[in-house]
């Protein structure tokens, strides 16, 4: 039964893209299969009424086909696709009632002298006359 039903939907998808590339676009002159012949075959009018038509009844299967095949693969089967996962035994989890933080020191200065504040150091790279 399934395969039957796989069968028929393989064949409507097929149909589909057939009726699909079949129809003109709007405002192209030339259909992807024959130019013009879809006009002379149903009439200018009568190939969108058609292929349109067509085009909804291919829809109509592809979605009982597809709603078919999901309910019978889903029929045989109870519970999720997880069950037959095997569970990992994980270590306990340790809770931490209190964070000891230790208090907040000022920084203190590198050990060495530092020059003070408002006198010029003698660095090298930097440039004292370019003013």
Do not use: W
Not at 24 to 42: I, P
Not at 65 to 88: A, Y
Request: proline content about 5%.
């Amino acid at each position: 039964m399934i395969y039957l039903i796989y069968t028929i939907h393989v064949i409507t998808c097929l149909f589909l893209i057939l009726v699909v590339l079949l129809q003109q676009g709007k405002g192209a002159d030339l259909s992807v299969f024959g130019g013009g012949s879809t006009q002379a075959a149903f009439g200018a009018r009568g190939a969108a009424t058609f292929l349109h038509k067509m085009t909804v009844v291919g829809f109509i299967a592809f979605i009982f086909t597809t709603m078919s095949i999901g309910f019978l693969q889903s029929s045989g089967r109870q519970g999720s696709v997880m069950t037959e996962v095997e569970v990992q035994q994980t270590e306990p989890v340790i809770e931490i009632e209190e964070v000891l933080v230790p208090e907040a020191t000022p920084a203190q200065a590198p050990a060495g002298e530092a020059a003070p504040v408002g006198e010029e150091t003698n660095e090298p790279g930097v440039d004292e006359g370019a003013d």
